[in-house]
Nanobody, 120 residues
């Protein structure tokens, strides 16, 4: 079955950097657009970034553009989110999310998330 397992979260100081990863299995990773979605404590879901199947096109939410970079390794079935210039408002549970085949933002499978806390 589809499995998405996030890792790499943790505590980081404001202004710092962190990279989170998502190991995918149980499906043809290279055939699906992938996304990162986050949920801050007590708030709703926020789409963060998306990447197309070959990894050549990316898109970002306005709140993270210029600070976050999404990438993928189709040989290793892994999705990444490199985060820099982190702010306390970036504190959230970060989810790796698969889109339906042929779609970009119709999301059908979610990981359990990795927690990123930005605090001094």
């Amino acid at each position: 079955q589809v499995q998405l397992v996030e890792s790499g979260g943790g505590l980081v100081q404001p202004g710092g950097s962190l990279r989170v990863s998502c190991a995918a299995s149980g499906f043809t990773f290279s055939s699906h657009h992938m996304n990162w979605v986050r949920q801050a404590p007590g708030k709703g879901l926020e789409w963060v970034a998306g990447i197309n199947t070959p990894g050549s096109t990316t898109a970002y939410a306005g709140s993270v553009v210029g600070r976050f970079t999404i990438s993928r390794d189709n040989n290793e079935n892994t999705l990444y989110l490199q985060m820099s210039s982190l702010k306390p408002e970036d504190t959230a549970l970060y989810y790796c999310v698969r889109a339906l085949s042929g779609q970009r933002y119709v999301m059908d499978s979610w990981g359990k998330g990795t927690l990123v806390t930005v605090s001094s």
